[in-house]
């Protein structure tokens, strides 16, 4: 997109009218859009996730090569997703074991939770459409479409 880049990973672009170009997959294959509302939403997600970024950061190894070593394992559990072939007793995408590796938070961090907001704020918008928020919430919520570092 020719806007402005609000992201270090390059998943959000503020555009010269005050909408903005986004995308939820890593290779940016798949463009959405949205007005000035949406793209302070995402603004304000990106200020966040650098914020949970930084603290991730803090869980890598010292060592620069095991750290390298940590985030190629990370990125390799993004992408092969094997928990979904195991045939475990663990069901989703990944395990809580594999969630909890530095790497793959990192890389969760950097591209799913873009995926993980946008799904979750059009479901709260169906919501509140539908009046199911009318009479205020029953319940509490504990996670929605996080991941790790949401809860």
Known sequence: PNGRRVDPQGMVYAMDDD?????????????????????????????VNEKMLAENAKVFATDPTEAARQ???????????????????????????EYGLPGFQYFYLRLKSFQRFCESWALLERCMQA?????????????????????
């Not at 909408?19 to 304000?44: E, I, N, S, W």
């Not at 009046?131 to 809860?151: C, H, K, N, T, W």
Request: proline share 3%; net charge neutral; aromatic share 16%.
């Open 19 to 47: 909408t903005a170009v986004y995308f939820c997959d890593r290779f940016r294959r798949y463009k959405f859009f949205c007005g000035g509302d949406g793209l302070g939403l995402l603004t304000d997600l990106v200020v």
């Open 71 to 97: 985030r190629a394992e990370g990125y390799a559990l993004y992408e092969e997703k094997p928990n979904l072939r195991r045939r475990g007793t663990e069901i989703g995408t990944w395990s809580q074991h």
């Open 131 to 151: 009046d199911i928020f009318q009479d205020g919430l029953r319940g509490a919520f504990v996670s929605l479409g996080g991941g790790p570092g949401y809860e």
